[in-house]
């Protein structure tokens, strides 16, 4: 589609740019149609222009806010407008470094929390109209581990390098399970209490994001669907709109998705 028609699209579509890359993703445009919804991601949202504000619903209560973090499994819907918004897996070990450099202002009776001026500026600085996605991640990471922050534990660094490097399989409890020497209900209990989530709803959020990847390209979503391991196309729609509170559909006028390389934590970049 040319470009002088994209600003003629009725606004429940999103528009704009999304890069994803192992456990971390990123979205800078235009926010369309969305329902409330949870995903297993910690979430980053900004307004792109400095003076903006954003509005994010959770609950029964709004925030009109600069910038905000949005905890993972908390339910919320972001009103119509222009965003920039970070996604980082509960996985992911940058997860643990955004925590600890946040801990000074999450509150512990609220899942969403306002993010400081200072943060939205340095946001801002390394995400906005940046060429290479990767490198604005690099940056945060650097900025953000100036700070000591809590290591993980030996088994969760196992489990996040076994799952880098088998990301794009539909692996089973009994298979990664195999890895750590546990039992099948051992490993889950122990997934779940770490990680807040079931593995089995982890697996299917990591089919979910393995679906965007190739929604950019000309694949019905049918086809989409099957090869993200989902039984149906219709599976694959519930499975979005519970997680993102939008239909794959919306986001067809996206022009391209960037793909990521995996983020390291020897990635900070100075």
């Not at 500026?121 to 290479?132: D, M």
Request: one cysteine or more; glycine letters at 4%.
């Amino acid at each position: 589609m040319a470009q002088s028609n994209l600003y003629n699209l009725p606004a429940k579509y999103w528009m704009g740019r999304i890069a994803i890359g192992y456990g971390i993703g990123y979205f800078e445009g235009a926010v369309g149609d969305n329902s409330p919804h949870r995903h297993h991601a910690h979430q980053l949202s900004f307004a792109k222009q400095q003076g903006e504000r954003i509005q994010v619903i959770a609950d029964d209560y709004c925030i009109w806010s600069s910038g905000v973090y949005i905890a993972a499994n908390t339910l919320h819907h972001l009103q119509q407008g222009t965003y920039c918004s970070i996604y980082i897996d509960q996985t992911h070990f940058l997860a643990d470094v955004i925590q600890h450099y946040l801990q000074a202002y999450l509150q512990p009776d609220s899942s969403i929390t306002i993010l400081p001026e200072s943060l939205v500026s340095i946001l801002r600085a390394c995400f906005i109209e940046q060429n290479q996605t990767f490198e604005s991640f690099q940056k945060l990471l650097s900025y953000c581990s100036e700070s000591n922050f809590k290591a993980q534990s030996v088994r969760e660094e196992r489990l996040a390098k076994f799952l880098i490097l088998n990301h794009q399989q539909n692996l089973t409890v009994k298979q990664i399970a195999t890895q750590f020497n546990l039992s099948e209900s051992r490993f889950s209990h122990w997934f779940s209490e770490n990680f807040g989530i079931s593995y089995r709803s982890y697996r299917k959020w990591l089919r979910l994001l393995q679906s965007f990847q190739a929604i950019d390209q000309d694949i019905n979503l049918t086809s989409i669907a099957h090869h993200a391991h989902f039984s149906d196309q219709a599976h694959f729609s519930r499975t979005c709109k519970q997680m993102f509170g939008i239909q794959p559909s919306l986001l067809k006028f996206i022009p391209s998705i960037e793909q990521m390389p995996i983020l390291l934590l020897s990635d900070q970049k100075l």
